[in-house]
Nanobody, 121 residues
Framework: QVQLVESGGGLVQPGGSLRLSCAAS????????MGWYRQAPGKQRELLAA???????NYADSVKGRFTISRDNAKNTVYLQMNSLKPEDTAVYYC???????????????WGQGTQVTVSS
């Protein structure tokens, strides 16, 4: 059973920083792309950043220059460093990955449980 466990969310003042972590555990043969989404109340889930297995990255325009995605393949972990946070960044943040549990299985898409980020003074 594969699990993605997120941590690092919380309350931060505007202009502050947070670092989210997401660790994959369980049966893992191979991990392909990893990424972060967020969903604010009343809004659709939004792709923020993605990182390929070779570490090339892509960002949404809304976070480009403020957020940085990285990964530690040895720890099966993806990070999201968030700087210059704004109130409009308030949302539930989800990590995601395309993962292959065994050599005999295809890649499947997995989601974390979500972590709340609130930006407020």
């Amino acid at each position: 059973q594969v699990q993605l466990v997120e941590s690092g969310g919380g309350l931060v003042q505007p202009g502050g920083s947070l670092r989210l972590s997401c660790a994959a555990s369980g049966s893992i043969f191979s991990i392909n792309a990893m990424g972060w989404y967020r969903q604010a109340p009343g809004k659709q889930r939004e792709l923020l950043a993605a990182i390929a297995s070779g570490c090339s990255t892509n960002y949404a325009d809304s976070v480009k220059g403020r957020f940085t995605i990285s990964r530690d393949n040895a720890k099966n972990t993806v990070y999201l460093q968030m700087n210059s946070l704004k109130p409009e960044d308030t949302a539930v943040y989800y990590c995601t990955t395309d993962l292959r549990a065994t050599i005999n299985e295809p890649f499947h898409h997995y989601w974390g449980q979500g972590t709340q980020v609130t930006v407020s003074s």
